[in-house]
């Protein structure tokens, strides 16, 4: 049969700010439980090799289930709320990470295990926390680069990989921070290699 043993090299953990996914040409949708608080999400656990490339979609026979999950739902939807329309209660969000990544992470983590400790890293790294102690709020105005990946790293001990998108006027904008975490799921660590991307010197970081 197939391989069940995926190997990878680390993960990581994908957070994006609301206010830069829904300030876009695309616009988005709140879930069904309605407006997210203004707050970075979840957006995936990703393994990943250190070459840079990454394993996706790793076994088709083990689908999304929603009731192995049930105890996490009121967690997730605050922590991992969806913003893509149309609206639903993060049901297709969860289901396409858990698909496209998380069968990517077994047998190091199984689906409970996968989705407890996105949540569990997501509390231990508290990045809106750690730009606000420096001065870095979403408040529409622009930030260098530099200092929002300094007080990231004031903040969490890492460093951090920013990615950015474009509001509808063109300014780059804070949308996603990647941090890197050790392939048991228990550390942050630094990242043996960084996404590649790239942001303008001073981005903008909206309000939500
Ligand atoms: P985008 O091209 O919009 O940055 O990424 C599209 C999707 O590809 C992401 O949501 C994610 O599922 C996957 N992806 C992009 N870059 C990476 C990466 O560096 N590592 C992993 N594991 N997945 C990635
Ligand atoms: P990735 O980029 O991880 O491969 O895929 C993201 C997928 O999840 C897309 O199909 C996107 O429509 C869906 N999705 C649902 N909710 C969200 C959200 O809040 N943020 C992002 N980035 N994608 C979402
Ligand atoms: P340096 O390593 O000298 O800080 O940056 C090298 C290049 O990578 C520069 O063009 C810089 O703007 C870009 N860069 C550094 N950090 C990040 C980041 O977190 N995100 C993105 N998108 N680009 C970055």
Known sequence: GLALSQDFDFFYLVQ????????????????????????????????NYESGSYPSNCDPNNPFNPSEISDLKKSMQTNWPTLAC??????????????????????????????????????????????????????????????????????TGYTPWIQCNTDPSGNSQLYQVYLCIDKTGSDLIECPVFPRGKCASEIEFPSF
Not at 107 to 132: C, I, N, R, S
């Open 16 to 47: 994006q700010w609301p206010g830069s996914f829904c300030d876009t040409q695309k616009s988005c949708c709140y879930p069904t439980t309605g407006k997210p608080a203004a707050d970075f999400g979840i957006h995936g656990l990703w393994p």
């Open 86 to 155: 149309p609206s639903n209660d993060g049901t297709e969000f969860w289901s396409h990470e858990w698909e496209k990544h998380g069968t990517c992470s077994e047998p190091v983590l199984k689906q409970h295990d996968y989705f407890e400790t996105a949540l569990q890293l997501k509390a231990k790294v508290d990045l809106l926390g750690a730009l606000k102690a420096a001065g870095v709020n979403p408040d529409g105005s622009s930030y260098s680069l530099k200092d929002i990946k300094d007080a990231i790293k004031a903040g």
